[in-house]
């Protein structure tokens, strides 16, 4: 499945931006779509993800209370709202599709990676 992220941007400190991603095909009911993130010089890390029907969803600590993500299976899409973005949010921001990433968070357990949106945020 091919993913395709849109929405990225630069904002200031305190603001916000909403992601998009949507699949080419639907992924099969029993994958999780979510969110990672790489900044400059980082390792890709897990932010956020959600199951079908969001049964499930999961945030990494660092974007409890400010990140939101929802999906829409009828679409094939899954969202990312970010609230009070800080600088160190800035980055490149992945969709990921995967079987297992709502429980191990894991960037290895991805199946589908899109092709990255960048989210700079200036203080």
């Known amino acids: 499945v091919q993913l395709l992220e849109s929405g990225g941007g630069v904002v200031q400190a305190g603001g916000s931006l909403n992601l998009s991603c949507v699949a080419s095909s639907r992924p099969t009911t029993t994958y999780c779509m979510g969110w990672f993130f790489q900044a400059p010089g980082a390792e890709r890390e897990f932010v956020a993800a959600t199951s079908r029907l969001e049964q499930m969803t999961s945030y990494a600590d660092s974007v409890k209370e400010r990140f939101t993500i929802s999906r829409n299976d009828a679409k094939n899409a899954v969202y990312l709202q970010m609230i009070g973005l800080r600088p160190e949010d800035t980055g490149i921001y992945y969709c990921?599709?995967?079987?297992?990433?709502?429980?191990?968070?894991?960037?290895?357990?991805?199946?589908?990676w899109g092709q990255g949106t960048q989210v700079t945020v200036s203080s």
């Open positions: 990921a599709a995967g079987a297992e990433i709502c429980t191990h968070r894991d960037a290895t357990d991805v199946y589908s």
